[in-house]
């Protein structure tokens, strides 16, 4: 049922006070499928764990929230599962649910916010491990017809932070269920980011997924701000894919400039490197800016608008590209 004039500022992440002129939730297939037969699909977005979107004001169209729960065991074996996964179900607690049940493999995906059917759309990615890496398959409603289909890995044409859903599918299919193969027998990922100090510190010597997770949240909670305290979508900007030559030129006048190999060819920049050494971790301006411990993450300190923070992101991008001629791409699904 469509209730009108609904305030979003619970319904996401960034905390930001703007209007749905129309909003429903759904919370099984058929429902949803009624729900696209009944309204006008022109200016329909639908949201999730709302973690991933600035809205710059109100929506003058149609929201409709994903709120399909559930996690079932379809296939096991003495190496792995599959796990069908409600798109509604939020991320970290299907983590958890997977270390309880001693599954891995997503175990470095710790803490993420938002919900499982983002996680393909965005190829969610941390700590040297990607959606990519434990996905099998998902279910998807086509807007237009409400026919269900099923993408397989292949078809989701995954890339860093991208598939197919954020490109030639965008705004076409509503993802319901997500299937991931987890292991039973586990290769552990320790070796990017701060995962093996952080074990060490802990005294770790035969890490369990449950230690990498704890050690994740522990790495995650020291540096990253709680959307639930301060208004925020994680980081906001993606990690820059340069060529070797254009990284080794900028090498030149700045020689503490960090890479991780991509191929033979390119290599990743850290965004949150660029931005800090560019001075801007830290600044606020007035109720909002850049926060003080992980400068990829902008913040909503109180009432700030959506196009304020736009408007940060957008001096930062613009100062990034003087300075290292590097362009930053939002990472955030920015709602105009």
């Not at 696209?36 to 977005?45: A, G, P, T, V």
């Not at 929201?63 to 991320?91: C, F, H, P, Q």
């Not at 995906?109 to 919900?115: A, C, E, F, K, N």
């Not at 949150?272 to 992980?294: A, E, M, N, P, R």
């Amino acid at each position: 049922m469509l209730q009108e004039n609904v305030n979003l500022k619970e319904y996401n992440t960034f905390n930001i006070s703007v209007q749905a002129k129309n909003f429903a939730t759904f919370s099984d297939v058929n429902s949803l499928q009624q729900l696209l037969n009944e309204i006008d699909k022109d200016n329909l977005m639908i949201l999730g764990g709302g973690s991933n979107v600035l809205f710059q004001k109100d929506f003058e169209g149609i929201i409709l929230r994903n709120e399909i729960l559930g996690i079932d065991l379809i296939e096991e074996s003495n190496n792995d599962v599959l796990l069908k996964v409600g798109a509604g179900e939020t991320w970290h607690e299907f983590v958890l649910y997977a270390i309880n049940n001693n599954y891995g493999g997503i175990e470095n995906l710790s803490l993420i916010p938002g919900s499982v059917g983002a996680s393909p759309m965005q190829n969610i990615g941390a700590y040297g491990v990607e959606i990519k890496d434990v996905f099998h398959s998902l279910e998807a409603v086509e807007i237009q017809t409400g026919k269900i289909k099923t993408f397989t890995h292949e078809e989701c044409q995954f890339g860093y932070r991208e598939s197919v859903f954020k490109k030639a599918l965008k705004n076409q299919y509503i993802i319901t269920s997500v299937t991931y193969r987890l292991s039973k027998n586990h290769i552990l990922n320790t070796s990017y980011g701060a995962i093996e100090t952080e074990l060490k510190l802990q005294g770790i010597q035969n890490p369990t997924i449950k230690d990498i997770s704890n050690a994740v949240i522990t790495i995650r909670q020291s540096k990253l701000p709680d959307p639930n305290e301060i208004g925020n979508a994680g980081s906001f900007f993606k990690n820059p894919v340069i060529s070797k030559k254009q990284y080794d030129k900028i090498k030149e006048e700045f020689p503490t400039i960090p890479c991780y190999a991509v191929d033979e060819e390119n290599v990743k920049v850290p965004a949150g490197w660029l931005i800090d050494h560019s001075g801007w971790k830290g600044k606020t301006f007035g109720d909002y800016g850049v926060h003080k411990k992980q400068a990829l993450v902008l913040v909503n300190y109180g009432e700030a608008s959506g196009s304020e923070i736009y408007k940060l992101s957008s001096e930062i991008i613009e100062d990034i590209s003087t300075r290292f001629g590097i362009a930053l791409e939002r990472e955030v699904n920015i709602i105009e």
